[in-house]
């Protein structure tokens, strides 16, 4: 979503949404383990931000959330320049009571949504037969082609992203206003020494830092940011890395692992050439090998980031212990309040270091090795169908698939 003045009206609106879409298409079918980490993401900061308004005492839910963090709140501060505010923001503004809670129902977010549920339903049905037909094939011993396989790897994947984006509203098209008494600059005075540092985004980033974006930070890195110079922005990035938990890291790790993995069922499938059946076997074990090493990589690097090392560097003597430091349970998830529980998440996310050299020197041959691969068998998986073995035009009915005398 993007507020502001829209240059032509709803033809530049519709050609918007457009080419975000074409994008997210793209990348659903040349990455969905991509695209599912990003929709698991979302879904893990609007599954947060419930727990946030429930603690305040306000009936919040996940679409609320979604809707917040899409950027469908815009905050106008007295005398000061309106800024989009997150759900977490919104959380802030209310606890400190510089705005009212918003009464805005799930209908009302719903109804701002061109969502077709029936669409929805219909794509699902028809991905679902897909995979049914791949598991009948392989029941009944009947040769499919990499094509088909891929497609439905990229199906199984997006069931993942699909569940995640499931009370998510698509094509929102106006967003709600909220007005304070305060200015900008009476909430940053008010709110201390910690919105002293300047901010990225927007007056509010104080209250939680945003995970790193691939536009902004990584690409900033080299000095090559391709983000919208705006500030305040005027529409929040969706190229962010997923800010989550253990067990949502986990559910990534399998599901994503499990992608790559299905790309290693044609080991031995009947292709046109020996070298093409080496190089896809060469691919897939590339494709997969580097899906587990970047989760492994990323946990280590996560924990360092945020310090997670540090107690075993202090039990070891590699770290002297920081002044500041108490106890490390106050970052650990033995708290059962649940505000707490947020807080010393959304610290850490705060306190996070900043990405190292060493980090992009380790990822940049890991991903060009992942690109290469995966540009292979998606170009393979067309060229194979020249020629294929004659059991992929055999058709069976679904009722062979069931046990009978």
Known sequence: MRWATRLGGPLACGLQIFFRKAKWMFWAIVGPEIVFAVAIGQFASARRSVKRFKSLGHKWTVRHGFFADMGGILLQPKESTPFLVNSRQLAYLVEKE?????????????????????????????????????????????????????????????????????????????????????????ILIEAGEGAATPYRHTPLDFVAKES?????????????????????????????????????????????????????????????????????RVSASIFTGVTVFFWVFETIAARQRFGRWDKYLIWLRLKKPAPSLTADEEMGPKRQDTVKRLDAFEEEQRNAKPILIWEIGLLLPIVFLYIVARAYMIAEVFVSLREVPRGVYQTFEVAQLIPHW
């Open 98 to 186: 510089y705005i009212k809670f918003p009464s805005i129902t799930e209908e009302e977010i719903w109804d701002k949504s061109k969502a077709d549920t029936l669409a929805k339903t219909i794509t699902l049905i028809q991905a679902s037969w897909l995979v049914i037909q791949l598991l009948g094939r392989a029941a009944l011993r009947i040769p499919t082609t990499t094509l088909e396989l891929s497609a439905g790897a990229i199906v199984f994947c997006t069931f993942g992203t699909f569940i995640c984006w499931l009370r998510k509203p698509t094509d929102v098209q106006k967003g709600i206003v909220l007005s304070t008494e305060a200015t900008t600059a009476q």
């Open 212 to 280: 790193f974006t691939c536009s902004h930070d990584v690409m900033g890195f080299f000095n090559l940011r391709c983000d919208n110079r705006e500030r305040p922005l005027r529409k929040f990035p969706n190229d962010r890395f997923p800010d989550i938990g253990t067990y949502e890291k986990f559910a990534l790790f399998c599901m994503t692992s499990a992608y790559a993995a299905t790309h290693l069922i044609p080991w031995n499938f009947t292709f046109p050439t020996r070298t093409e059946l080496l190089l896809w």
